[in-house]
């Protein structure tokens, strides 16, 4: 079965760094693109970050120059640092494996999804 589960959610103050991590089983990542996105209360889920099975690396204006993906292929994980933390990336964070990397951060590009971690981000 294909599994994908996150880690490295938590209460962070504003400023402060997180780095989240997305552990596949059941399947090879590195044969799929790999994206991370959030869903906020009341708001719809939103691509943040991608990085395809080439490792080139798509982010949301909105985080761009705070997050970083990156994958190790040997341990069948993608990562997600995020610097710089601000209130509105308070978020509940999915990484999903796809491959359609016509629209890299759509949701509907990806096939499989993890169950999420929250990050809260508050002084």
């Known amino acids: 079965q294909v599994h994908l589960v996150e880690s490295g959610g938590g209460l962070v103050q504003p400023g402060g760094s997180l780095r989240l991590s997305c552990v596949a089983s059941?399947?090879?990542?590195?044969?799929?693109?790999i994206g991370w996105f959030r869903q906020a209360p009341g708001k719809e889920r939103e691509g943040v970050s991608c990085t395809s099975r080439s490792d080139r690396r798509v982010y949301a204006d909105s985080v761009k120059g705070r997050f970083t993906i990156s994958r190790d292929n040997a341990k069948n994980t993608v990562y997600l640092q995020m610097n710089n933390l601000k209130l509105e990336d308070t978020a509940v964070y999915y990484c999903?494996?796809?491959?359609?990397?016509?629209?890299?951060?759509?949701?509907?590009?990806?096939?499989?999804w993890g169950l999420g971690t929250q990050v809260t981000v508050s002084s």
């Open positions: 059941g399947f090879t990542l590195n044969y799929y693109m």
């Open positions: 999903a494996a796809g491959d359609n990397y016509d629209f890299p951060l759509s949701p509907g590009a990806y096939n499989y």
